[in-house]
C-alpha cells in the first residue's frame, strides 16, 4: 500500500493512519475497504461519528434528495428550510417527549467548537472565571476546551499556559471505596481550600479518550447537587458518548438530572457531517447578537441528515432497546475474555456500545492487541492515560454477524498476542 504522498506531504501532526497504515477508499456499514479489496469490520466509526455506520442509506437517500433539489447548503445563521426541519424534529422527536426546555446555538462544525461556546457563555452567566473539570476528561483541543481537558499530550502541544481551570477527582479515580463528591464539596465549603468558586462545572459521564471510565448514575446525580447548593452551571458533553451511544439518546438519562448546558457533535449528523450544537436552559441565553460565531455553523446538509436520522431511529424506543440488547453481547464477550486469561489482569468498563477492555496489569497490551487486529482485518483503537483501554466503538446498526466476528477477532488477537508475550518472557527468565 503506496503511503509515500501522505508521508511526503502531510504533516507529522496525523495520527490515525499511524495506526491504520493502509488506503480506505470504500465504506459501506460497518465495513471499510482498502484499495487493495481486504476488508476491515470497523469497531472504531470514526471515533464516535459513525453510530448509524458508514454511508447509511436512509441518510444518503435523504442527502441526495436535497442535494438534487437545489438546496441550501452553507447559510451561517439565516433561516433555511433545512435548519428549520431540523428544530422541529429535534423538538418533536427529543425534547418533549423528555419534557426538556432548552435553546439551541448552532457553534459548528466540530465538538471542540461547543465546548468553547458552553465554557465563554457560563463565564458570562455567572460572572466568574474559574471552571472545574475531571481528571482523564477530554473536551477538545482548542484553547478553552484545551484548558479543561486533563491529557498530558494535548496540553504540552499548546504552546501557552492554560488557566482558569480546576481538576477535581472523577468518580472513582481514588478508588472505589472514595466519595469524589465529598472532596469536591469540602473543596468549596473551605475558603482556604484554594479553589476559586467556579461558573461551571464540566463533565462526561463516561469519559471515551480518557479510557472509558463510567460515572455511577449516584455520583452523577449528587454532581448535579452540589452544583445547584453552589451556584455552578452544570456542562454535560456528550459529544462522543451522546446521541445514543450508550442506549438513550443523552447519556444522562437514567440519572434523571437536567443539566444547564449540553454540548453535541461526532453523530448528530449521523453522516460523518460536520456539525456541533449547544442546548441550554433559556434564562441562560444572555448572547448579543453575532457575539459568538462560526462560518460553518449553518451546514444544510447536516441539519438534513441530522433530522432524518431523529426520525428514522428515535422516534420510539426500539433502536435504544437493540443497542443495549448489542451492549449486552459485547460486554458477555469481554467478561468471558476476562476469565479465558486470567494471567493477563484484564477487566471490563463501559455502558452501552462503547466497552473497554482495560489492560491495567500491562498497559502496552492494549496496543499490540489493536495492532494484532487490525492485521486480521479489524479497526479498533486504544484509550486511556496509557492507551492501556481497547476501546470498543462499533456502530449502533451493526448487523450481530459482523458484531460477533469483531468479538472473534478481539479474542484471536488476545490469545496470539498473550502467546508471543509469554514466548518473550521465556526467553528473558532462561536469558537471566
Known amino acids: 500500500m503506496d503511503l509515500e504522498i501522505f508521508d511526503r506531504m502531510e504533516s507529522e501532526v496525523r495520527g490515525y493512519v499511524r495506526s491504520f497504515p493502509v488506503i480506505f477508499n470504500q465504506a459501506k456499514g ?7 479489496g481486504k476488508e476491515y469490520i470497523d469497531f472504531f466509526s470514526g471515533a464516535g461519528t459513525l453510530n448509524y455506520g458508514h454511508n447509511n442509506p436512509i441518510l444518503k437517500k435523504k442527502l441526495i434528495e436535497y442535494l438534487n433539489t437545489d438546496g441550501v447548503v452553507h447559510g451561517l445563521d439565516m433561516a433555511t428550510s433545512a435548519k428549520k ?3 422541529e424534529t429535534f423538538e418533536r422527536v427529543l425534547l418533549k417527549p423528555r419534557k426538556m426546555n432548552y435553546t439551541l446555538q448552532f457553534t459548528g462544525p466540530t465538538g471542540t467548537n461547543a465546548v468553547e461556546a458552553a465554557l465563554k457563555l457560563a463565564r458570562q452567566v455567572k460572572g466568574r472565571s474559574n471552571v472545574v473539570s475531571f481528571t482523564h476528561g477530554f473536551h477538545g483541543v482548542s484553547g478553552g476546551s ?18 482558569n481551570t480546576a481538576f477535581m477527582p472523577f468518580d472513582g479515580y481514588i478508588g472505589p471505596d472514595v466519595d469524589t463528591i465529598a472532596y469536591f464539596e469540602r473543596m468549596l465549603e473551605d475558603p482556604s481550600s484554594g479553589l476559586d468558586l467556579p461558573a461551571a462545572v464540566i463533565v462526561e459521564t463516561v469519559q471515551g479518550e480518557g479510557g472509558v ?8 446525580r449528587e454532581l448535579e447537587k452540589l452544583c445547584r447548593k453552589f ?3 452544570l456542562i454535560v458533553d456528550d459529544i462522543q458518548v451522546g446521541c445514543g451511544r450508550t442506549g438513550s439518546f443523552f447519556s444522562f438519562e437514567a440519572a434523571g438530572i437536567k443539566p444547564d448546558i449540553i454540548t453535541l457533535s461526532k453523530s448528530l449528523s ?3 457531517l460536520p456539525m456541533s450544537l449547544v442546548l441550554l436552559k433559556p434564562e441562560l441565553d444572555v448572547w448579543k ?10 451546514n444544510n446538509l447536516a441539519f438534513v441528515t441530522a433530522a432524518q436520522a431523529l426520525d428514522s431511529y428515535w422516534s420510539d424506543d426500539q433502536f435504544q432497546n437493540e443497542t443495549r440488547r448489542k451492549e449486552r453481547i459485547v460486554r458477555d464477550w469481554l467478561e468471558n475474555i476476562v476469565h479465558s486469561f486470567p494471567e493477563a489482569g484484564f477487566s471490563v468498563r463501559g455502558r452501552g456500545l462503547i466497552q473497554g477492555l482495560v489492560c491495567d496489569a500491562t498497559p502496552e497490551l492494549a496496543n499490540k492487541i489493536a495492532k494484532q487486529a487490525f492485521a486480521h482485518g479489524l479497526v479498533i483503537e486504544t484509550s486511556g492515560a496509557q492507551d492501556e483501554v481497547l476501546k470498543i466503538l462499533p456502530a449502533l446498526t451493526i448487523e450481530d454477524a459482523q458484531l460477533t466476528r469483531g468479538l472473534e ?3 484471536r488477537s488476545v490469545a496470539e498476542v498473550l502467546k508471543q508475550e509469554g514466548k518473550k518472557s521465556k526467553v528473558l527468565k532462561f536469558g537471566a
Open 231 to 233: 451556584d455552578m452551571l
Open 146 to 163: 484545551l484548558a479543561v481537558t486533563a491529557n498530558e499530550k494535548f496540553r504540552d502541544a499548546a504552546g501557552v499556559s492554560l488557566h
Open 409 to 411: 477477532l478481539i479474542e
Open 85 to 87: 426541519y431540523f428544530m
Open 213 to 220: 471510565n463510567v460515572a455511577s448514575w449516584r455520583w452523577i
Open 270 to 272: 449521523g453522516f460523518g
Open 30 to 36: 460497518s465495513v471499510l475497504t482498502d484499495e487493495s
Open 289 to 298: 447578537p453575532g457575539q459568538h460565531s462560526g462560518t460553518f455553523r449553518g
